[in-house]
Structures are given as structure tokens and as C-alpha cells.
């Protein structure tokens, strides 16, 4: 696959309590925040959160799989938190080439959004990767 500046790729995709707590557990990252209905609402929040870094980690997903693909290096992500994420909400995860260079290193744009509230943008961020095949 050969990628141009303006290539877009979107992935609808939610998160569970169960990957909330999987995530919880490979990471060792058990705030109360992610995990405990009372502490969530003690804090200001409907229910416990994800985490941001799980969130965000549908990026590596796509990269890896989906676009490019197979092969794709990861060299760099920024990411911006800009909005809670609740278990089960529906998410649309977007990629955006802004530059690439005939060696097949990208820059993307990175951006995860509510699916029904297209305004309410959970994550902003850049990405380089190194992609180098020419299928």
C-alpha cells in the first residue's frame, strides 16, 4: 500500500469494563478512577473511566493490521487527552497522512471522537511511522 498525503483511514471501535480491566492488570495502573463506581462518582464522573493510554493504544492496532498494515514500524505518537472515554461509548478512531518522504516514513494526524457527538473529541495527537512495502 502506498500512502499519500490527504489518505484517511477511520475504525469504529468501544472499550469494555472487561478491557478497562485487563488494562488494569497488565499495567498495574488500578486507580480507583478506572475501576471503583463510587470513587468515579466521588470524582465528578458518571461512572469509572478508561485510560487514557488504553484509548489511545487503537492506534498501534490499526498501524500494525489495518493501515498500513504488516510491517509498519512505529517510531513516534503524541497524544492530547481531551475528554473522558466510558466503557461501551462508541468511538470512531481517525488517521490522517500529512507527510510522507520516499524513504516510507509518515507523519499522521491521530484523533479519537465520540461516534453520536462528532464535536467531542477524546484525543488528538501525531504519529510517524516507518512503512516501507510496496504492496
Request: proline share 4%; glycine share 8%.
Amino acid at each position: 500500500m502506498k500512502l499519500k498525503p490527504g489518505d484517511k483511514y477511520n475504525k469504529e471501535f468501544s472499550i469494555s469494563n472487561e478491557d478497562i480491566r485487563s488494562f488494569s492488570k497488565v499495567t498495574g495502573d488500578n486507580n480507583p478512577i478506572h475501576l471503583d463506581k463510587t470513587f468515579a462518582r466521588n470524582s465528578g464522573f458518571k461512572e469509572p473511566i478508561a485510560h487514557g493510554l488504553l484509548t489511545g493504544s487503537i492506534f498501534s492496532r490499526i498501524l500494525g493490521n489495518e493501515f498500513p498494515g504488516q510491517g509498519t514500524i512505529y517510531l513516534k505518537q503524541e497524544l492530547n487527552f481531551c475528554s473522558v472515554v466510558y466503557p461501551n461509548e462508541k468511538l470512531i478512531a481517525e488517521i490522517v497522512v500529512l507527510e510522507s518522504n520516499n524513504k516510507g516514513k509518515y507523519r499522521l494526524e491521530t484523533i479519537i471522537r465520540s461516534k453520536d457527538k462528532k464535536d467531542n473529541i477524546k484525543i488528538t495527537g501525531e504519529a510517524v511511522i516507518l512503512y516501507n512495502r510496496n504492496n
